[in-house]
């Protein structure tokens, strides 16, 4: 019964580095999403899927990819870290109500 | 204007206290709407869905006023465990996208 689980918990990069912050949900949702909240923020939607092989921009896109392969999968890329996306990710899948991740603590430096 | 418009607050109340968290949103085709809550540094929850003939939870009611954009979060006997942050949630368009407002914080002291 994992819900939603995302990995890393927390994360530290170089400017310029990249990774890969994965998601993944155990309960057959269609729709996934990925926020980013910065401190004493909202949650901003950076990118979303509404099924496997559909990905679409949200809100703040720049300096990121999606892909949804598979309806459990939804992983969230940065190719070249900068400071502007030290924040913390959360990744959500929607069935009734929106069901988070725990969250990934990104620190650039 | 922003799509989902929320207080931030804090609204500091004693325990045993009603508050009452107000939100607004932009989107007249809006067509779903929640309020969660996030306790700091945590993953926001869902507390509950938001429905047009008004709902109720234990000491939560919600109500949506659709024709003025509006919906409402009263909490009702304030307990030290409900200091947190609430968010407004609306639900519509392409990709059923949740937009979130920036929340409320709620601090409940003895």
Same mark, same amino acid.
């Given at each position: 019964?994992? @819900?939603?689980?995302?990995? /890393? !918990?927390?994360?530290?990069? !170089?400017?310029?580095?990249?990774?890969?912050?994965?998601?993944?949900?155990?309960?057959?949702? %269609?729709?996934?999403?990925?926020?980013?909240?910065? /401190? @004493?923020?909202?949650? !901003?939607?950076?990118?979303?899927?509404?099924?496997?092989?559909?990905?679409?921009?949200?809100?703040?896109?720049?300096?990121? %990819?999606?892909?949804?392969?598979?309806?459990?999968?939804?992983?969230?890329?940065?190719?070249?870290?900068? /400071?502007?996306?030290?924040?913390?990710?959360?990744?959500?899948?929607? @069935?009734?109500?929106?069901?988070? @991740?725990?969250?990934?603590?990104?620190?650039?430096? | 204007?922003?799509?989902?418009?929320?207080?931030? &607050?804090?609204?500091?109340?004693?325990? &045993? =206290?009603?508050?009452?968290?107000?939100?607004?949103?932009?989107? $007249? =085709? $809006?067509?779903?709407?929640?309020?969660?809550?996030?306790?700091?540094?945590?993953?926001?929850?869902?507390?509950?869905?938001?429905?047009?003939?008004?709902?109720?939870?234990? +000491?939560?009611? =919600?109500?949506?006023? +659709?024709?003025?954009?509006?919906?409402?979060?009263?909490?009702?006997? $304030?307990?030290? $465990?409900?200091?947190?942050?609430?968010?407004?949630?609306?639900?519509? &368009?392409?990709?059923?996208?949740?937009?979130? &407002?920036?929340?409320?914080?709620?601090?409940?002291?003895?």
């Amino acid at each position: 019964n994992a @819900g939603v689980t995302q990995t /890393p !918990k927390f994360r530290i990069l !170089k400017i310029g580095q990249s990774m890969t912050l994965q998601c993944t949900q155990d309960m057959n949702h %269609n729709y996934m999403y990925w926020y980013r909240q910065d /401190p @004493g923020m909202g949650l !901003k939607l950076i990118y979303y899927s509404v099924g496997a092989g559909i990905t679409d921009k949200g809100e703040v896109p720049n300096g990121y %990819n999606v892909s949804r392969s598979t309806t459990e999968d939804f992983p969230l890329r940065l190719e070249l870290a900068a /400071p502007s996306q030290t924040s913390v990710y959360f990744c959500a899948s929607i @069935g009734t109500g929106a069901f988070f @991740g725990q969250g990934t603590r990104l620190t650039v430096v | 204007r922003k799509e989902v418009e929320q207080d931030p &607050g804090p609204f500091n109340v004693p325990e &045993g =206290a009603t508050v009452a968290f107000n939100c607004t949103y932009s989107n $007249s =085709a $809006s067509q779903s709407f929640f309020w969660y809550r996030q306790d700091c540094r945590k993953e926001p929850k869902l507390l509950m869905s938001v429905y047009s003939s008004g709902n109720e939870d234990g +000491r939560f009611t =919600a109500q949506l006023n +659709r024709a003025s954009q509006y919906i409402s979060l009263l909490i009702r006997d $304030s307990k030290l $465990s409900d200091s947190a942050t609430y968010l407004c949630v609306v639900s519509g &368009g392409g990709g059923n996208k949740l937009t979130f &407002g920036t929340g409320t914080q709620l601090k409940v002291e003895l």
